[in-house]
Nanobody
């Protein structure tokens, strides 16, 4: 049974930082690319960052380039999203995903 457990969301002031964690189980983590998506109220879910199975190849949405970093630890079946210089427009529910599997989401709220 594939499981994703996301954590690390919360409230932060503009300019602050958060690190999201997605611990997975039930599949061969090291064989799959991992993705972070987000969905803000009233908006479609969008891809934020992607990391290849080896961790070498990475993709970032233009809106987060230079501020967010994605990483993974294949020994722990875990993927991370380090978010810095957060803006109010980063407020959303953040999800990790691989193939057809999604986590339950973690809320990130950026406001003063």
């Amino acid at each position: 049974q594939v499981q994703f457990v996301e954590s690390g969301g919360g409230w932060v002031q503009p300019g602050g930082s958060l690190r999201l964690t997605c611990v997975t189980s039930g599949f061969t983590f090291g064989h799959y690319e991992m993705n972070w998506y987000r969905q803000a109220p009233g908006q479609e879910r969008e891809l934020v960052a992607r990391i290849a199975p080896s961790g070498v190849a990475r993709f970032f949405a233009d809106s987060v380039k230079g501020r967010f970093t994605i990483s993974r630890d294949n020994t722990k079946s875990t993927v991370y999203l380090q978010m810095t210089s957060l803006k109010s427009e980063d407020t959303a529910v953040y999800y990790c995903r691989t193939a057809n599997y999604w986590g339950q989401g973690t809320q990130v709220t950026v406001s003063s």
